[in-house]
């Protein structure tokens, strides 16, 4: 039985005070004048961007996850496997992470959001209509990550993301689990659309994460905007990671 959607925005509690926190936040950040820093992930300021599609296959997304789980003993779900090989690319494509002139390699950063619905306490109705999000990030640093639980730091969110604009953080845009080309389904003469794009890259140069439109095989399609020679790095990358993997 499908259960209607609830509109109650009282169901999601701010025991923390965090609305107060971000609006303070917010109203420094525009005092100072630190809206400028976000520029950093404005693409449109560099010219020669290009956008492509690379695609991930069910199959392929499995071998990947066999190696990581081999050398890392870690299980991941296709959706941290098609992130983790897109993030490795681009630093690998932005230089391999090297410092300038001998200088320490930078440290890589990597933004995402995720559900907080179940996680939250007491937790939030899965019919609940509206965003309920948090925000998560990964710091590499020289081969170690460092991973927040979905609430930590919660309070330096609006600090966070201008800290991360400044060092060129990935950040992730949609998600397999929306189903863009199923949601597109026209059908009849229209059917599904062959190719979705999530336009808003092009500025910002996230990740756009999507399901393989092609016959929905449980694959995943990452597009990207990079400038010219970085996509090119990285198409390489992603050419000998799928060798590789057989």
């Known amino acids: 039985m499908d259960v209607p959607p609830l509109f109650d925005r009282g169901v999601v509690r701010d025991d923390a005070g965090l609305r107060e926190a971000f609006l303070r936040d917010h109203r420094a950040l525009g005092t100072a004048g ?22 991930f296959t069910e199959k392929q997304l499995r071998a990947l ?17 098609a992130c ?11 230089g391999g992470g090297r410092g300038l002139e001998g200088a320490p390699a930078p440290d890589a950063h990597f933004g995402f959001v995720t559900g907080c619905k179940p996680r939250a306490s007491p937790p939030v109705p899965a019919n609940y209509f509206g965003n309920c999000l948090g925000l998560c990030r990964v710091q590499a640093k020289r081969g170690l990550a460092e991973v927040g639980s979905v609430f930590r730091g919660s309070r330096g969110w609006v600090r966070w993301v ?43 140069g996230a990740l756009a994460l999507a399901e ?22 990285f198409r390489k990358f992603y050419v000998d990671l799928l060798a590789s993997l057989g």
């Open 212 to 233: 393989s439109g092609r016959d929905g095989d449980g694959g995943i399609e990452v597009g990207l905007a990079l400038p010219r020679v970085e996509m090119e790095a």
């Open 65 to 81: 996850g066999r190696r990581v789980e081999s050398e890392t003993s870690a299980r991941c779900s296709p959706y941290a496997l």
């Open 34 to 55: 630190g809206h400028e820093h976000l520029d950093d992930w404005d693409l449109s300021r560099r010219p020669g961007v290009v956008l492509a599609t690379f695609r």
């Open 84 to 94: 983790g090989a897109a993030w490795a690319g681009i630093v690998h494509a932005r």
């Open 162 to 204: 201008q800290e991360y604009a400044s060092a060129r953080a990935v950040t992730v845009a949609g998600s397999p689990k929306l189903g863009v080309y199923a949601a597109a389904d026209f059908g009849g003469a229209w059917r599904k659309p062959r190719k979705v794009e999530i336009a808003s890259v092009e500025g910002t």
